[in-house]
């Protein structure tokens, strides 16, 4: 493994820019989304139901099922792959965003009303704040959904560390397939470990 990447380090380079590029475009672009809409939503209880009930069915759905799905209309490469994990990020955001809005003290929000905040006011002021233990827990969660789901995008042309795994596969060469599996992997743990002290440090206690 260690000769492998000696002989192919810009391979593996290539591959991993790659593979950054679309988890961080496409995390970007999902949550983009979803915070919006759950501010939108937080005060609209039935469209919110619906909404949660949607992403919730979209959550379900396998990250291969989504590229295969978008593979006809937006065709291979680039693009595809984002929107996909686009659409892998976006329910764990919303849904969580929108379970600590919905959740927010009581307590804090009749204050704020009765100090004279205005709806948007109460909800940017106070209920933001108190939500953002489960919106860093959403954020996390299709972080690590995303880096692992980016592997895939090997499938449909996107790239990617997924390229070297199917490139061993297919070569038989053990090599690769490690080097490409392994370096998933960490990424991923280190994307779990990394949102977790963002979390922590955001979101003290």
Do not use: K, Y
């Not at 590029?21 to 919110?48: E, F, K, T, W, Y």
């Not at 209309?73 to 969580?96: D, E, I, K, N």
């Not at 960490?186 to 979390?199: M, P």
């Amino acid at each position: 493994m260690i000769g492998w990447l000696r002989s192919n380090p810009d391979v593996f380079l290539d591959a991993l820019v790659q593979h950054l590029a679309l988890s961080v475009v496409g995390l970007g672009i999902g949550v983009a989304l979803a915070l919006p809409a759950a501010l939108l939503l937080a005060r609209r209880p039935v469209l919110a139901d619906w909404t949660s009930g949607g992403a919730g069915v979209l959550r379900t759905l396998p990250s291969l099922a989504v590229l295969a799905a978008l593979l006809p209309l937006l065709g291979v490469g680039f693009t595809p792959s984002v929107v996909a994990l686009a659409l892998l990020a976006l329910p764990p955001v919303l849904l969580h965003a929108l379970v600590g809005l919905r959740g927010a003290e009581p307590a804090a929000v009749e204050a704020a009303r009765g100090m004279g905040f205005s709806p948007w006011q109460s909800l940017l002021q106070v209920e933001v704040p108190l939500a953002l233990p489960q919106i860093f827990a959403g954020l996390r969660t299709a972080a690590v959904q995303v880096v692992s789901g980016a592997a895939l995008a090997t499938f449909i042309g996107g790239g990617g560390l997924g390229d070297l795994v199917t490139q061993g596969m297919a070569l038989l060469d053990t090599a690769q397939l490690l080097v490409g599996g392994i370096a998933i992997a960490l990424l991923a743990l280190g994307t779990e470990a990394g949102f977790g002290w963002l979390q922590r440090r955001v979101t003290p206690g």
